[in-house]
């Protein structure tokens, strides 16, 4: 990318993290199309497999989507809200905490889940370049049609933490640029049929969850 938002070493001391679960990363049913956000690509509309979308953050930092097949269009809502969030939270970062935008993936209860993990940044006067990769999406359980929890590979191991003032990266790179980690994504469906992330959390290092994500 423990609980809510430890990506990196500098809100680790914060979090805790969730009992360790097995997790074997599978892909969705086949098909599926939906619209992208402005810089990267939709879904394959003809349902012909998986894809990769890259959403370009700022001219040094990109998030690549591995798409797996899917069909159902609640799945894809996940998946781009999970997306949505990854990069608009690092737009906010490259930006100095200007661009808010990733708000609006939350639930109003839960946008300083978001905001916390930006605040860090910013505070450390720090920034970020590279990729950011997200593979292995799985829905693993739905609730009554508005409630779902999404589970994510993430990789951010071609990225770099740098001082926002200097742009150099620090001398001492954090964790999570060390290593995959399996992120966990509460989600509900409002009225108006948009899914959004009540609930962030991060699986312990060292749990069969996060050793699936190891390839």
């Not at 890259?54 to 899917?70: F, G, I, K, L, M």
Request: a negative charge; glycine letters at 10%.
């Amino acid at each position: 990318m423990r609980t809510v938002i430890a990506l990196v070493v500098l809100v680790a001391a914060a979090c805790a993290p969730p009992a360790a679960e097995p997790f074997t990363p599978v892909d969705l049913s086949a098909g599926g199309s939906s619209p992208g956000p402005a810089g990267g690509s939709s879904p394959d509309p003809a349902g012909t497999g998986p894809r990769v979308e890259t959403v370009q953050v700022s001219p040094d930092v990109q998030v690549v989507v591995e798409w797996p097949a899917v069909t159902d269009p609640d799945t894809v809502g996940m998946i781009e809200t999970l997306r949505d969030y990854r990069a608009g939270s690092f737009r906010a970062v490259v930006t100095g905490g200007e661009d808010t935008a990733y708000h609006k993936v939350f639930h109003d209860e839960a946008i300083m889940e978001g905001y916390r993990w930006v605040k860090e940044f910013l505070k450390q006067r720090r920034s970020v370049r590279g990729v950011s990769r997200l593979y292995a999406l799985n829905v693993v359980s739905v609730f009554e049609g508005k409630g779902a929890e999404l589970r994510a590979c993430v990789d951010e191991t071609g990225m770099r933490l740098l001082d926002a003032e200097t742009g150099k990266a620090v001398r001492r790179q954090p964790d999570w640029t060390r290593s995959p980690f399996l992120q966990i994504v509460g989600l509900q469906r409002g009225d108006d049929g948009i899914w959004r992330i009540k609930l962030l959390e991060h699986a312990d290092p060292f749990s069969e969850g996060a050793k699936g994500c190891l390839r």
